[in-house]
């Protein structure tokens, strides 16, 4: 898995609730800067809600930390991470479970850890674009079939309803936090499958959910396009940006750009 050769970029024009246009920026980490400020807003939005305040965001070579910008002001972040020999954060709390899933023949294990995010303009396109992003990004690096995600119960209707995740097992504390936690599983076939089936009928899908609000078929395409160009590559990206072509744009698209630092 060798990294980006560049520091990777996306950029667009997002509209709030509030009327007006807003610019987005979603990036990939490329240095201690940039994890330094995404480990402070994970740490001031833990300890917000009573989850501490002194959370590292994992730097080996099987994780990569994303941020997200809205008019320049940090915004968001999101880690994720690749099964590896020394296990992923998540086994921490679930290793039985996870366990379970790495017996199956061919199965990639990821995850999706230490996530905050904190903006005061509400819309749904810049959540939507910040976890496609991640995915596009993930299928291209890792090409992983299983995807996971440790999250504090009251928030698994969220992650139900918004991006289709199901409950695995019940309910386990999670030491690091001192809190409840419930480990959620999603397949990555099926976050495509998924926007397909938007592309076929917007009406099947819950009106709650992010999927009718991801990018559009052009520029996700582009965006693989230019990770493939930045040191990049899986076998399936070019499969799944066939797949992509064939979606119709949305809102989300005017203005815009991808490229590296």
């Known amino acids: 898995m060798a990294p980006l050769r560049q520091a990777f970029h996306f950029s667009t024009m997002i509209a709030g609730n509030d009327g007006q246009n807003h610019a987005l920026v979603i990036k990939v980490a490329a240095g201690e800067a ?3 400020a995404a480990r402070s807003l994970l740490n001031k939005r833990y300890g917000w809600r009573g989850y501490g305040e002194s959370h590292s965001i994992p730097t080996s070579a099987t994780h990569s930390t994303f941020t997200a910008f809205i008019d320049g002001e940090l915004v968001g972040t999101l880690t994720l991470g690749v099964d590896s020999s020394a296990g992923m954060e998540i086994d921490h709390t679930f290793r039985n479970e996870l366990n379970t899933y790495r017996r199956v023949p061919g199965a990639q294990l990821c995850e999706l ?3 905050a995010f904190e903006t005061s303009v509400q819309s749904k396109a810049i959540l939507a674009a910040f976890f496609h992003f991640i995915f ?4 291209c690096r890792y090409d992983c079939t299983d995807l996971f995600i440790e999250v504090n119960p009251r928030h698994r209707r969220f992650y139900e309803a918004m991006l289709g995740f199901d409950r695995v097992g019940g309910l386990k504390e999670n030491e690091g936090v001192g809190a409840p936690s419930q480990l959620m599983h999603l397949e990555v076939a099926q976050i495509r499958a998924q926007v397909a089936d938007y592309t076929r009928a917007a009406g099947g899908v819950s009106e709650r959910s992010l999927y009718p609000f991801f990018l559009s078929g052009e520029i996700e395409s582009d965006v693989r396009l230019k990770m493939e160009r ?4 899986a076998s399936q990206a070019h499969r799944a940006a066939a797949i992509a072509s064939q979606r119709q744009p949305n ?3 005017a203005g815009a750009t991808i490229g590296h630092a």
């Open 34 to 36: 940039d994890r330094a």
């Open 251 to 253: 809102a989300i698209d």
């Open 113 to 115: 850890t230490k996530f």
């Open 136 to 139: 596009i990004y993930g299928e």
């Open 230 to 233: 930045g040191g990049l590559s």
